[in-house]
């Protein structure tokens, strides 16, 4: 089937611009995330979806970064008054909903092959 | 949240054994361990993943002694198609939201 698709691959921008993120899950995933992946760094989570809500906002970095899921399904990262260090790759990933008891079919999360972006 | 330490990076040879150790002195009892990995240009990819002892599936095996503080991801006969960064990720994922921590992970160049 289908995995996680992001779009656009990528992205330049100037600085001060708002740009937009699209992901697009795999169908019936209801867990979604986000996450930024600096040049040569590990990523850093930014926000988690279970459904259309996001009960974890706590990485994202400032009021500029925002995101929301409609239809249980695409989700959108809003960045702001883009700045230079918002430069990175933005990587998107769907699981089911998270099983307290590890169980891989629930909690392995599929990553999106991500959207670089470059603010001039 | 545990930390995790591993190395910078490692160098390894066509068909050799790798194997990568993760430090987590501090990982708590409802703490999981799992192995990520990403080539260049793509999202990471779940290797494995395992609580306490070993476990082992189709890419690899995963070793964790009896106190959890370390864990030993294990590479049979590697490719050059297993370069690739490798992440150790520990946590109680299903109260963290699902949410995944990385640390900076281990670079593995495979060369013939």
């Known amino acids: 089937g289908a995995g996680v698709s992001q779009s656009p691959s990528n992205k330049v921008t100037e600085k001060g611009k708002d740009v937009e993120l699209r992901c697009d899950p795999i169908?019936?995933?209801?867990?979604l995330y986000w996450y930024r992946q600096r040049l040569g760094q590990g990523l850093e989570f930014l926000i988690y979806?279970?459904?259309?809500?996001?009960?974890?906002k706590s990485g994202l970095p400032s009021d500029r970064f925002s995101a929301e899921r409609t239809g249980e399904s695409v989700s959108t990262l809003t960045i702001q008054r883009t700045q230079q260090e918002d430069s990175a790759v933005y990587l998107c990933?769907?699981?089911?909903?998270?099983?307290?008891?590890?169980?891989?079919?629930?909690?392995?999360?599929?990553f999106g092959p991500g959207t670089r972006l470059t603010v001039l | 949240l545990a930390k995790t330490t591993q190395p910078i990076s490692m160098d390894s040879y066509e068909g050799q054994e790798v194997n990568i150790t993760c430090s987590h002195n501090?990982?708590?009892?409802?703490?999981?361990i799992t192995w990520y990995q990403q080539f260049p240009s793509q999202g990471p990819r779940f290797i494995i993943q395992?609580?306490?002892t070993k476990v082992t599936n189709e890419v690899a095996s995963l070793f964790i002694p009896a106190d959890r503080k370390s864990s030993t991801l294990s590479l049979p006969r590697v490719s050059l198609s297993d370069t690739a960064v490798y992440y150790c990720?520990?946590?109680?994922?299903?109260?963290?939201?699902?949410?995944?921590?990385f640390g900076q992970g281990t670079e593995l160049s495979v060369k013939p």
């Open positions: 979806f279970q459904g259309n809500s996001a009960p974890d």
């Open positions: 990933a769907s699981s089911l909903e998270p099983r307290k008891v590890w169980t891989r079919s629930y909690n392995e999360q599929f």
């Open positions: 169908s019936g995933h209801t867990a």
């Open positions: 990720l520990v946590g109680d994922f299903y109260n963290q939201g699902g949410k995944l921590i």
């Open positions: 501090n990982i708590a009892t409802n703490d999981y």
């Open positions: 395992g609580y306490k």
